[in-house]
């Protein structure tokens, strides 16, 4: 079936140094959406991505979608304790109306 | 604020005991989900109304129901909780099917718990 991965697992990182998390996808997919969940808390989208190869800036926080549209990466400069959380990607493959959610990266900041 | 909500936020019932949760919304939207979370696991959706129209996911247990009276309420039925239904569940909401792009919305969650 479809399925999209994320790596790492788990990332812990010392605060103000930059994560990425990197999510690939077993089908070719029509947009990408970026969630995070804090801890005890719910989903919280982030950001969609649509076109082949497109990069998006939310301040510290950059999204990128692959040229093949399979495969996406969320870059965190200089993270911040309240960065914590678990961050999912969701793939939306063509010929569907269901959000596929990767397997998601769980951040810890230690300050 | 408009908005998706959940209720109860933590939920305890027996095993086997018929458990109901509740999702209602504020944002007027014509789909609805309802996604089971596990611990450290990303959500799995179990299924969806477009509008009144009912989407089952083939891997959803027939231990679970759902309901959708009007736009604004949907609810989870589960008829007979075992130890393996304790989990969080989300509800969420999109403006219209995802094959147009819009986010998702999802509620604060009911955490079930299975005595």
């Known amino acids: 079936g479809q399925q999209v991965m994320q790596i790492p697992q788990y990332q812990h990182v010392q605060e103000g140094e930059d994560f990425t998390t990197y999510c690939n996808s077993s089908?070719?997919?029509?947009?990408i959406q970026w969630y995070k969940q804090r801890p005890g808390g719910h989903p919280v989208f982030l950001i969609q991505?649509?076109?082949?190869?497109e990069v998006k800036k939310q301040k510290r926080l950059t999204f990128q979608f692959g040229e093949a549209k399979k495969n996406s990466s969320l870059h965190i400069t200089a993270t911040q304790t309240t960065d914590v959380g678990t961050y999912f990607c969701a793939g939306l493959p063509y010929n569907t109306d269901k959000l596929i959610f990767g397997t998601g990266t769980r951040l810890q900041v230690f300050p | 604020d408009a908005m998706v909500i959940q209720n109860p936020r933590y939920q305890v019932t027996q095993f086997g005991k018929p458990v109901t949760l509740s999702c209602s919304q504020t944002?007027?939207?014509?789909?609805m989900y309802w996604y089971q979370q596990k611990s450290s696991q990303a959500p799995k959706l179990l299924f969806h109304?477009?509008?009144?129209?009912?989407?089952n996911e083939a891997d959803t247990p027939d231990n679970f129901q759902s309901r959708r009276p009007n736009t604004s309420f949907c609810f989870l039925d589960i008829r007979s909780p075992g130890l393996g239904d304790a989990a969080m569940y989300l509800c969420?909401?999109?403006?219209?099917?995802?094959?147009?792009?819009?986010?998702?919305?999802f509620g604060d969650g009911t955490r079930l718990s299975i005595l």
């Open positions: 991505l649509v076109k082949s190869g």
């Open positions: 969420a909401t999109s403006r219209d099917r995802q094959g147009v792009g819009p986010p998702q919305h």
């Open positions: 944002l007027n939207h014509n789909v």
């Open positions: 089908t070719t997919l029509s947009n």
């Open positions: 109304y477009y509008d009144k129209d009912f989407n």
